[in-house]
């Protein structure tokens, strides 16, 4: 699927948030009660989980569970990305409006 379809779906299922992390920032280690999945537009984030980091850049798609421990880093130059959270136990189907702190 390419980068306008995927974009459109997010939007049309309702869990779109743009998001930008600028370039050097790092949230450490945490978790979050919901399913996140998020879709680089720009820039490269690092995602770290179970002792392993991965570079996404724009195109790429990242997952993560919900109270999986994880961290984000912004790479380079700020990154644009789009956020969907998926919170089915909690009854959540809207867009997480979090700082990014929070995720």
């Known amino acids: ?19 930008t992390m600028a370039a050097g920032t790092v ?17 490269h984030i690092t995602i770290g989980q179970g002792g392993e980091e991965k570079i996404f850049g724009p195109g790429d798609i990242c997952s993560v569970d919900a109270d999986v421990e ?3 880093k912004g790479r380079f130059v700020d990154g644009r990305y789009l956020s ?12 997480c409006v979090s700082s990014l702190a929070d995720l």
């Not at 699927?1 to 998001?19: A, C, P, S, W």
């Open 70 to 72: 994880h961290s984000k």
């Open 27 to 43: 949230n450490r280690d945490h978790t979050h009660p919901f399913d996140a999945r998020l879709f680089v537009l720009d820039g």
């Open 1 to 19: 699927m390419d980068r306008i379809k995927i974009k459109e779906k997010m939007e049309r299922d309702g869990f779109t948030v743009n998001k």
């Open 84 to 95: 969907c959270c998926f919170a089915e136990s909690l009854n959540i189907r809207e867009p």
